[in-house]
C-alpha cells in the first residue's frame, strides 16, 4: 500500500510516466504459505512418503539412509514401526518422507531399495 499511497501523495511526480505498483499482503499467514508449498511439492513429486519394510536389525535405518542418500533424495522425515503393523514380530516399517526432484527420481529411488533387497511402497 505504501507505493500506492504515493502516488496518490505525489501525482505530479509520477505525471506522464508509466508506473507499476506492487501490492502484497503483510498479513499472510506463514504456517499457511508452508502447508500450500508443501501439498503442492507433493503433487509435484518431489515430496514423496515411502515405506520400507525390512527385519529389525541394528544397522537397518542407517543402511537404508546410505542407499537413499546416494540415490541423491534428501530424507525429510523417517518414523521407525513397531507395534502397529501387521508384519511380523522381528519386522519393522520405516517411513520415509523424503524430497525429490520429481516422479522419475521417485522412481528411482525405489528402484536402488529394491535393488537392495528391500520391500518398499509409495503411499
Known amino acids: 500500500a505504501a507505493g500506492l499511497a504515493a502516488v496518490l501523495r505525489h501525482p505530479a511526480r509520477f505525471a506522464g510516466r508509466k508506473v507499476g505498483l506492487v501490492l502484497c499482503g503483510g498479513n499472510i499467514d506463514p504456517l499457511l504459505l508452508a502447508s500450500i508449498i508443501e501439498r503442492g511439492m507433493v503433487r509435484a513429486g518431489r515430496l514423496v512418503r515411502l515405506v520400507v519394510s525390512t527385519r529389525d536389525l541394528p544397522g537397518q ?44 527420481h521417485v522412481d528411482q529411488v525405489m528402484q536402488a531399495l529394491r535393488t537392495a533387497g528391500y520391500e518398499v511402497a509409495r503411499h
Open 61 to 104: 535405518l542407517a543402511r537404508i539412509a546410505a542407499i537413499v542418500a546416494e540415490a541423491g533424495a534428501n530424507i525429510d522425515q523417517v518414523h521407525h514401526q513397531r507395534a502397529f503393523t501387521l508384519l511380523a514380530a522381528q519386522s519393522v516399517e520405516i517411513e520415509l518422507v523424503l524430497q525429490t526432484r520429481g516422479p522419475q
